[in-house]
């Protein structure tokens, strides 16, 4: 008797090739399939060879080159790529590579240039100058320039930022400490305060935000004080407010740091002093000692800016605390030079 195969109705004895496998499955979509450890290899060994091809075309000396790791090498590209989009080849940018290293040395500070969401796009060279970092050290910080401010600050950068960009070509101006190397923490006891000034420029018409760009000088200050740490008598001077902020009291001292007489401050308002883009920082600090209920407690230390009297504006670091009795407020304010 004769058994014919279900699959290919043929004599079972002569086609035994018909039936599938045990084993040899041909995969479903349900069973892709899977990578292989030679697989797997020669994916990473494609995608080295492209990071490899991406770091020979970095415009870095071979000796940076041979440190990048490849965290570095994908930040630097990323970096170089938001800079061609702002800066096509067909045009120069205002601050680039080409800017010599003489002509960096003349600045006060170094050149930043972000994108309108914040994202680094270029940073001058004589960085290290000011941070004892290098770019590309930087750059392992991350790639906004929210990654290199310290904690504190980022809420005002971001009301800055927005500032500048609702009205483009206006200046604003805020102060951070910046991320430093393990080195310059150690010689001068921390990070290093820097004073951002800059406005959102269009470098090409029309303009978009993919043609508008944040453009900056850093500029180092002296170092802010750390809570409760009063630093040189020099740079001092203390002032009493009832809770509104109206002086009552202030050290003659105001007069070297400031210009006016003690006597011109006493019954004015401590908010007619500030500049504008400052009120909303002087006036959290301002809440937060109003709100607390402990004699002595302190808010954080705020960089603010205060007309003088010759109608610049002074950089102060300011320290704020509700006295004994809660029925007024002691500011320490130290000039940021």
Same mark, same amino acid.
């Given at each position: 008797?004769?058994?014919f195969c279900s699959h290919c109705h043929r004599p079972l004895q002569e086609e035994m090739s018909c039936?599938?496998?045990?084993?040899?499955?041909? $995969?479903?979509?349900?069973?892709? +399939?899977? =990578?292989?450890?030679?697989? *797997? !290899? @020669?994916? /990473?060994? &494609?995608?080295?060879?492209?990071?490899?091809?991406?770091?020979?075309?970095?415009?870095?000396?071979?000796?940076?080159?041979?440190?990048?790791?490849?965290?570095?090498?994908?930040?630097?590209?990323?970096?170089?790529?938001?800079?061609?989009q702002l800066f096509p080849p067909d045009s120069a940018p205002p601050a680039g590579p080409a800017l010599?290293?003489?002509?960096?040395?003349?600045?006060?500070?170094?050149?930043?240039?972000?994108?309108?969401?914040?994202?680094?796009?270029?940073?001058?060279?004589?960085?290290?100058?000011?941070?004892?970092?290098?770019?590309?050290?930087?750059?392992?910080?991350?790639?906004?320039?929210?990654?290199?401010?310290?904690?504190?600050?980022?809420?005002?950068?971001?009301?800055?930022?927005?500032?500048?960009?609702?009205? $483009?070509?206006?200046?604003?101006? +805020?102060? =951070?400490?910046?991320?430093? *190397? !393990? @080195?310059? /923490?150690? &010689?001068?006891?921390?990070?290093?305060?820097?004073?951002?000034?800059?406005?959102?420029?269009?470098?090409?018409?029309p303009a978009s935000p993919s043609t508008t760009a944040f453009l900056a000088l850093c500029t180092p200050?002296?170092?802010?004080?750390?809570?409760?740490?009063?630093?040189?008598?020099?740079?001092?001077?203390?002032?009493?407010?009832?809770?509104?902020?109206?002086?009552?009291?202030?050290?003659?001292?105001?007069?070297?740091?400031?210009?006016?007489?003690?006597?011109?401050?006493?019954?004015?308002?401590?908010?007619?002093?500030?500049?504008?883009?400052?009120?909303?920082?002087?006036?959290?600090?301002?809440?937060?000692?109003?709100?607390?209920?402990?004699?002595?407690?302190?808010?954080?230390?705020?960089?603010?800016?205060?007309?003088?009297?010759?109608?610049?504006?002074?950089?102060?670091?300011?320290?704020?605390?509700?006295?004994?009795?809660?029925?007024?407020?002691?500011?320490?304010?130290?000039?940021?030079?």
């Amino acid at each position: 008797m004769t058994i014919f195969c279900s699959h290919c109705h043929r004599p079972l004895q002569e086609e035994m090739s018909c039936l599938p496998r045990r084993g040899k499955q041909a $995969p479903s979509a349900s069973k892709p +399939f899977r =990578s292989t450890k030679s697989a *797997s !290899k @020669a994916r /990473r060994d &494609q995608i080295n060879v492209e990071l490899q091809a991406l770091r020979s075309l970095l415009p870095i000396s071979m000796r940076e080159k041979e440190r990048l790791s490849y965290l570095h090498t994908m930040a630097l590209v990323c970096l170089r790529l938001r800079g061609a989009q702002l800066f096509p080849p067909d045009s120069a940018p205002p601050a680039g590579p080409a800017l010599g290293t003489e002509l960096l040395s003349l600045l006060p500070g170094f050149l930043l240039v972000l994108s309108p969401n914040g994202k680094l796009v270029y940073i001058s060279e004589n960085v290290a100058q000011v941070l004892g970092l290098s770019m590309v050290e930087l750059l392992a910080q991350g790639d906004t320039v929210f990654d290199i401010l310290d904690g504190r600050a980022h809420e005002d950068a971001r009301k800055k930022l927005l500032l500048a960009q609702e009205e $483009p070509g206006r200046d604003v101006t +805020f102060v =951070s400490e910046m991320r430093t *190397s !393990k @080195a310059f /923490r150690l &010689q001068h006891g921390g990070n290093r305060a820097v004073a951002v000034r800059g406005r959102f420029t269009a470098l090409r018409r029309p303009a978009s935000p993919s043609t508008t760009a944040f453009l900056a000088l850093c500029t180092p200050v002296a170092q802010l004080p750390a809570d409760g740490d009063a630093g040189s008598q020099d740079h001092l001077f203390q002032s009493t407010h009832i809770l509104d902020m109206t002086f009552t009291d202030v050290t003659e001292s105001v007069t070297y740091h400031l210009g006016y007489l003690r006597e011109e401050l006493i019954g004015q308002s401590w908010y007619s002093l500030l500049h504008p883009e400052d009120a909303d920082l002087a006036a959290a600090q301002h809440r937060a000692v109003g709100e607390s209920l402990g004699a002595g407690t302190a808010a954080e230390t705020a960089v603010l800016r205060l007309l003088h009297r010759d109608r610049t504006w002074a950089w102060l670091g300011v320290s704020a605390r509700r006295d004994r009795g809660g029925h007024s407020i002691t500011c320490t304010s130290r000039c940021l030079r």
